[in-house]
C-alpha cells in the first residue's frame, strides 16, 4: 500500500527554481496498478524517486504499509522493488552472482535467496543462462534478469519506471505477463510511463501528470466520463492544446 | 548496519566488486603486464642515466675551464702544451681515471677511488722529483684558439667568464672547472736549459659527475708533465714541476639519493595506475552500466557500499604493488643495479618486507582519494577528466622528492604522498627516523579515513542520480537538521584535520626558543585552541547537542537508582578521586617499566641535559605548572577525548568499544611529545584513556573525569618537584620504584574507585540484568 500526500519537489537550475512535481497525492492499494502517465518532464521519475526515498520532498511525505518513508528512509527501502528502464546488469558477473549481490543488498538470507532464485528462474524462464555472464546475454534475457533482480527480496511494493522503453512487442508481453503476476501475488504496483495505449491495458487506476501537477484520476471509466473522450491519448491532446491556448504566442490567432 | 557488517555479508559485497575488477582484462593487464614490461625498460634507462651519473663521461669530451682572465690562460695553455709533448714522446700517464663504484653517501667516489687505485694518487703531483728542464719553446695559446686535447680521452677549452667571477661561473654549472690562480716559474739549469714550474689554484663542483671527472683528467694531464720530466732529469731533486691545489666547492650533491628516490616513485605510481581503473569502474562505470539506481535504492548504507568497493579497489592496488614490488626486487637484484642504486645492501628481501606495509598504506591513501573523486562523476569520461588533474597535482610534490638533499623532516612527514615517497627512499638507504616515520603512517591513515568518509558521503548522492548541481560544497554545508552527536565520518574528518596541524603546532612550539614557563603557556594555548575550541565551533557548527555531545551535565544518568542526587554524585566524584589516587602511581611505574624494557626515548647521553632541565623545571611556580600540565589538559583532552570522540564512536558502536578506540586514540596522540616520538607513553596513557573512558560512559558526565585526569596529571607534575635524593629519603626505597606498598594500595585504591562508581551509577536495567 503506498499513500503519497502532497508531494512538493524543486529544484535549482542555473539560478532558477524549477517546480518539478507540486503537491501530488495518490494512493496504490494491494493487489492494485496504478499509472503514473505523463508526457516526458511532467515529473514522473521525480515522483518515483521520492517514493523510494531517493529524494527528499521539500513537502508532504509518503507512507509505505502505513509508515512514512522520512522516518526511517533506509528501513523502507527493503519494503520497495524497483526496475526502471535504464537499469543495467553487471557484465563480468554472471546471472546467478548478480542476483544473489542483489539478495544480500536486501539483507535476504542466502538460503532464502537460493529458494527465491530458483523460483524466479522458472518463473521468468531465465535457468538456461543463470551462469552465464551478464556480457553475452541479449537484450530480451537483460530485461527477464532485471524484472527477477526486482523481485529478489520479494517486496509488497513494486515501482516501474518505464519497464518497456526501447522494447520490442515480445519485450513489452513480457513485462505485462510479469506486472499480472505482481498483481495475483497482491503487490501496490506503481506504473510510470508515457506509452498510453500501454497503461491502458495493464492499469488498473491512472494519474494524469502534466507539469508536476495530477490533473486527472481515477479508472478508466472514471477519466472518460470527467473528460468525454474514450482514450487516453485523447485526453492527453486535449490537456496539451489546453496549455497552448492558456501561453499566448506570438502566432496565437493568426 | 550491522546486519550487513555479519553473517560474511560484507566479504560477499566485496567479493563481487573483486569479481567484477578482477574479470575484467583491462585490470589484470595493468596488474600484469605493465610490471613485467616497465621494470626491464626502467632498469635499461636507469642504467645509462648511472653510467652518466657516477661514472667518467665517455668518448671524446670537451671540458670547460675558466679563468680569471688572460695572463692565467696562457699559463694553462702551457701547461697543456707541456701535456701534449710527453704524450707524443711516449709517456704514459701514472694515474688511470677509474669509474668508480657507488657509494658510500658521505664520500666523494670518485676521489676514494682515485686514492685507492693509486697509492700515489693526488700527492704524485706535489712530489719534488722533476728534472733538468728542456726549453720547449712553445708559444703560449691564445685562449679563444679552441680546445687543447691532452690526450685521447679529454680535452679542455680555456674561457675567461664576462662580468662574473669564475667561482661563481662554476657554481653556476657554466663551467667544469675554475682555476683561480695559475703561475708559472723557469728552474734555469746551469747548461741555459729551463724548465717550467707551474702552481694552480683550482675548483670543482662537489659531487657533480662532469665536474670531478674533469678535475680528474686535469690532475692525470698535469701528473703527465712530472711524469715526463722526471722520467727525462733522473736522479736529480728538484722542485715538482707541477703543484696542484684543488678545492671542493658547493654543496655536495650525491647522484645517488636522487636515483634511490625514483624507485618508490615508480613504485608508488604503478600502485597508481593499479588503482585508477579499478576505482573509476566500480563508481562512475555503475552509473554508466546502469546499475547505480537499483543499487542505492536497495537498504544496504552507503558506507557499506562504498567499503565493499574500497576493499576491491584497494585490493587491487595492493596486488599491483606487490606485482610490481616483486618485479622491481627481480630487475635490481638480476641486473644488479640495486647494488648501484642503493648501496652495498642491494634491494634485499628485508628492504622488500619493509616497503611492502608503506605501500599498503599509501594504496589504502590513495583509493580512498580515487573513490572519494569518482563518486560524484556520473560518467568515466568525466571521472578521468576529475583523476587527471589530481594525478598531476600530486606528482609535482611527488617529484620534489627526486631533488637531492631533501631530507625527510617531522614536518615533511604530514604532507601526503611525499610522505611516504621519503620514508620509502630512506628505507631503501637504510637512513630512516623514527618521529617522521610516525608521522607519516599515522596522518596518511587518518586521511584515508577522512576521504573514505567523504566518498560515501558523496556516493551515490543526489548529484550523481538526478542530475541536479550538487556536489563538493554540500558537504561543508550547514546541515539543516539538529545531529544529537558526531558520527564516525565527521571524527574522522576532523581527526585528519586535527593530527597535521596538531603535529606542526607541536612540533613548531619545540622548535622556538622559549622560556620554561612560556613553554608551559604555549602548550596550553595549543590544548585549548586544538582540543576544546575547535571541536566546539565544529560541534556548533554541525548543531550539535553540546549538552549530549560533551555530556556537559554534572548528572548525566538518565536512568538513576533509588540513590538521591546528592549521594550519587558524591560518590562519583569520591570514585574519581580513589581512582586518581591510584592511576598515577600505576601511570608512573608503567612508564619506568618500559623506559626500562628499551622503550624509551630519553638517551642516556641526554641524562646531564635532563637533570638541568629538571632542575630549572622545580624553579617554575607550581601553580603555573598545575594549571598549565593537569587543569587545561584535563579540561580540554577530557572535552575532546571523552567528549567528541567518545560521542562518536558510541553513535556507532557498543560503549565498550567505543571506549577501548577512544583510549587508544588518547594514547596515540600523546605519543608525539613536541619533537621527539615518546612510544613508552602509548600504555600508560591508554590505560589512563580507558579509566576515563569508562568513567565517562558509566556517569554519563564530562566532570568527574576532569577532575581524576586534574588530579592524576597534578600528582605526577608534583613528583617532578624533588630531586632523586629528595625522593628517595620520602619513599625511603630507592628513588626509581614506589616501595610495593605503595603500589599495592594505589591498585587498592582504583578497586575500590571502580566498585564505587559501578554502585553509585548503577542503573535499573544493571540491577535487572545482574
Known sequence: MIVAKGLRKQFMVRGQTLVAVDRISFTVGNGEVYGLLGPNGAGK???????????????????????????????????????????????????????MYFADLYAVEVPVAQIRLEELAELLNIRSFLDQRCSTLSTGQKQRVTLARGLMHDPPVMLLDEPTRGLDVVGSQTVFEFIDLLKKRGKSVLLSTHRLDEAERVCDRFGLLHHGTVRYEGTLDDLRTLTGKYHLVDMFIDLIREDRQSVPSPTAGA | MQEYLSNGRLLRLCLKELRESLRDRRTIMTLIMMPILVYPLLSMAMQRLLLGAVSAPSGQLEYVIGVADETTARVISLALRETQKAASEGVRPSIEIIRPAPKDANTNPLSQRLNETNGEGENALNRSESAPGIENGMGINSPTAGAIRTNQQAAFSIVVPERTTVSTSLADGQLDLAILSASVERFPFPNGVSIPLFEFKMEFRDGDPRSEMAMAEFRKAMQLINDYQSALLRGNRLPASVTLVSNAVGQRIDPMASLAGVLPLVLILMTITGAVYPAIDLTAGERER????????????????????????????????????????????????????????????????????????????????????????????????????????????ALVTLMPNVEFSTLLGIVPLVNILLLSRDIMTGASTTLPAFAAVLSTLLYAAAALVVASRLFGGESATSGSQESWSDLMRRPKRRFPTPDIGELAIYLALLFPVFFVATNLAGQWMLSIEQKLLVNALLLCVLFLLAPGFFAIYRRMDLKKTFLLRLDGTENPNGLPRPVRLLGVFAASCLMAAGLWIVAYEALKLLSDLGFGTIDLQKTAALEE????????????????????????????????????????????????????????????NGNVLSIERFAPTAILGLALGFLAVRSDSLWPGILLHAIHNGLLFWLTRFNQSELAEWLGSDSEHFPTAWIVASVGSIAIGIVVLYFSTLKRSDEVSS
Open chain 2, 613 to 672: 632541565a629538571k632542575s630549572r623545571f622545580r624553579e617554575v611556580p607550581f601553580w603555573l605548572i598545575f594549571l598549565t600540565s593537569a587543569l587545561i589538559p584535563a579540561i580540554c583532552e577530557e572535552f575532546f577525548f571523552r567528549g567528541f570522540v567518545l560521542s562518536a564512536f558510541r553513535s556507532r558502536l557498543h560503549p565498550t568499544r567505543a571506549v577501548i578506540y577512544s583510549a587508544l586514540l588518547f594514547g596515540v596522540f600523546h605519543v608525539v
Open chain 2, 290 to 397: 546502469g546499475t547505480m539506481e537499483a543499487m542505492i535504492a536497495t537498504p544496504a548504507p552507503r558506507f557499506v557500499l562504498l567499503l565493499s568497493k574500497y576493499v576491491a579497489v584497494v585490493t587491487v592496488a595492493v596486488l599491483t604493488a606487490v606485482a610490481n614490488l616483486f618485479a622491481s626486487w627481480v630487475t635490481l637484484s638480476l641486473g644488479g643495479l640495486g647494488r648501484a642504486l642503493l648501496g652495498e645492501r642491494g634491494f634485499s628481501f628485508w628492504t622488500l618486507i619493509q616497503i611492502f606495509p608503506l605501500l599498503v598504506i599509501f594504496a589504502a591513501f590513495f583509493s580512498a582519494i580515487l573513490l572519494a573523486m569518482c563518486s560524484f562523476a556520473r560518467s568515466f569520461k568525466e571521472a578521468q577528466a576529475y583523476l587527471i588533474p589530481v594525478m598531476l597535482v600530486s606528482l609535482a610534490p
Open chain 1, 45 to 99: 521519475t521525480t515522483t518515483l524517486r521520492m517514493v523510494m526515498g531517493l529524494l527528499d520532498p521539500d513537502e508532504g511525505h509518503v507512507e509505505i504499509g502505513g509508515v512514512r518513508t522520512d522516518i526511517d528512509p533506509i528501513a523502507i527501502r527493503s519494503q520497495l522493488g524497483l526496475i526502471s528502464t535504464n537499469d543495467g546488469v553487471y557484465p563480468w558477473l554472471t546471472v546467478r552472482e548478480m542476483l
